[in-house]
């Protein structure tokens, strides 16, 4: 019963996290776009968390040091990349079809432990595997909606914030193990928000904010989609443990799939419905199967 607290608050950062593409992509219609979107977002996070970080009870002073505030400015790359290539795609392709595409950071993950660390997939694990992808091709209508389904670089787009994702979940659980979550969630925004600059500077900085409320719209998606999910996570992860969070995160699925049916009014289909079924038991199962592994 104690753990409750901290399973809802995992499960509510999963519920922000998936609301995220429908508010991006009704963003667009006021004239903005993915590189100022999700710098802002990023920027105004790190703002907000260094904040946190001073005013907490015990000073981040002494507690990172340059030799682990750098890998963390690279673990905060990856997340910056996805945050652009993922709201880059929902200009291609609707905002379900995106976090479908954006889910197989599940089975990226697997495969870049295998190649990176020589963790070979196990036999259960290749079957949940190929349940995901059956159930991504019911879930993104690819034999119906041909208008946008086969959109070639909204789908190359979210196919790579998928992979920069698994790259940021790996890099994430293996680096600052030590660090406090306030400072750690800091540098990692720092160097999404640098990341993001970096690639997108001519059109950061010649974006007219002035008008359309822009700035209201990068203060909501930046306390919503970034600084209040890290806390949710940093807080409600370390008590119930990687492995139970993994599969309570796959509410962000399901999630974002409701968020574009009632705010972009995007159609869902009996058949994407039960795509998204077998995917969401597929990657539960996935997970699971983790958990009981290390507990072994």
């Given amino acids: 019963m104690k753990n409750l607290k901290y399973i809802f608050m995992v499960l509510l950062g999963g519920t922000m996290y998936g609301t995220m593409s429908s508010f991006v992509k009704l963003s667009y219609s006021e004239g903005f776009n993915a590189a100022e979107i999700a710098f802002w977002q990023a920027f105004i996070a790190a703002f907000l968390l260094a904040v946190c970080a001073l005013f907490t009870r015990k000073s981040i002073s002494g507690k990172l040091t340059l030799k682990e505030f750098l890998p963390l400015l690279l673990t905060g790359c990856s997340i910056g990349l996805t945050n652009f290539l993922y709201y880059e795609s929902v200009s291609y392709i609707p905002a379900s079809l995106a976090i479908v595409i954006l889910m197989q950071f599940t089975w990226f993950s697997l495969f870049l432990e295998w190649f990176i660390f020589t963790r070979k997939p196990s036999k259960p694990e290749l079957v949940t595997v190929s349940f995901i992808l059956i159930g991504t091709i019911m879930a993104g209508n690819i034999f119906e909606e041909k208008e946008w ?148």
């Fill in 149 to 296: 389904s086969f959109n070639v670089k909204g789908v190359l787009l979210a196919l790579s914030a998928s992979l920069t994702y698994a790259i940021y979940i790996i890099a994430n659980g293996r680096i600052g193990k030590g660090i406090r979550w306030q400072a750690k969630s800091m540098a990692i925004m720092v160097g999404s928000s640098l990341c993001i600059f970096l690639i997108n500077n001519e059109t950061i900085l010649l974006g007219d904010y002035m008008g359309n409320h822009f700035f209201y719209w990068a203060i909501f998606l930046a306390v919503v989609g970034t600084t209040i999910p890290t806390a949710l996570f940093a807080a409600g992860i370390s008590k119930i443990g990687a492995g139970i969070s993994s599969i309570l995160m796959t509410i962000e699925l399901p999630v974002a799939i409701l968020c574009a049916r009632i705010v972009l009014k995007e159609q869902i289909t009996p058949i994407q419905i039960a795509g998204i079924m077998i995917m969401l038991v597929s990657i539960c199962a996935m997970n699971y199967y983790k958990v009981l592994k290390l507990k072994k």
